[in-house]
């Protein structure tokens, strides 16, 4: 019990910013998660803080990871503000900010190569972020979580021409590869635009061709496990990229079902 406490005391006292007017009774529900820190890479260049969080009753398992790329700034802040104001009732949730960790510090988009074409990872490799993908892999293949969403940011804001040009990064986005698209990923993002003014603001479902070198695809393939990509546009002012982050991450939190308390996110 101590030991939560303590972690509990470092996740309320590091982390973030507040997006939303209520947070009052955030501390007294809180007593409903339990929440422990692990890492990656432990003792390697690349350790890497992430938090699991169990509700008291059994429920799906979801993956939310930020910071895949280090200068998608608003990914990492989102989870951050999950981590210190999610009340996980049901279910457990695994939250990674900084995926990888040493492109976030410097805000970069990669140190030595773009660490979302390392997949699946080698564990032997002298370049750390193929050992941080056989790491994540590794993680995944032995949670098995129901949903693996992965936050990122685009420098394009979407327009209908972006079908012409699939391939690309656009904001707001939410990257599927599989088609037809999956229930799942029409109803989430139906529901998060419901939760922001109609125009530039809201989500499109977008479709990338297989790539085997990439997280998403190799989530999909190895393990058969859902897994979208959500990216939120640069150019918005950064509070309501987070915002945005933050809208889509819990909205699919709930459409699997994972019980929670979050304070709700203000769009104005
Ligand atoms: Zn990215």
Redesign the pocket.
Known sequence: MKKILFILAIVTTAYGQSYYSDTSSVEDKRQYTFVKLDYFGLNDEYETPYFVFKGKKPGPVMILDGG??GD?IASYMACDSIVKYLNLYSGTLIVIPKTNIKACNINE?QVNLDF?HAFPGDLQSDTYEYRLAYEFMWLVDSVKPDLIINL???RTKWNPKALSDPEK?YGQIVISCVQPFEDLLIRAVDNMNKNIPEGDFRYHTHYYSYREYSSLDNFVSKFNIKSYTV?SYRGFAIEDRVKLQLIAALQFMKEIGLDHYYPEVNWK
């Open positions: 895949i790329h998608e988009r979302n990122h940011e685009a990064a990216e």
